[in-house]
């Protein structure tokens, strides 16, 4: 099985509820988590166990290895 590589965006409420639902998922890996602070974002990193942790969403595209990201920003910063 071919393991997918994700970034979240955002490690509020919904960020949070994000990362314990794909830590079941077999195949999806977590490889970087971007949030509005950089303390509460490392922290969250290493709840996680998400080895990369930013503020800049462009930090986390420019890594080679994320495939996909998950926006689970405030509505109105999505398209930002």
Do not use: N
């Not at 393991?3 to 979240?8: F, L, P, S, Y």
């Not at 509005?36 to 942790?53: N, P, Q, W």
Request: hydrophobic share 45%; with cysteine; aromatic share 2%.
């Amino acid at each position: 099985m071919r393991t997918i590589r994700v970034a979240v965006a955002g490690i509020g409420a919904f960020g949070g509820k994000h990362l314990d639902a794909l830590q079941l998922i077999d195949g999806v890996e977590v490889v970087s988590l971007i949030g509005g602070d950089s303390g509460e974002t490392l922290e969250a990193a290493r709840r996680y166990g998400v080895a990369h942790a930013t503020t800049k969403l462009e930090e986390s595209l420019a890594l080679p290895h994320v495939e996909a990201v998950i926006l689970c920003t405030p509505t109105p910063l999505h398209a930002a």
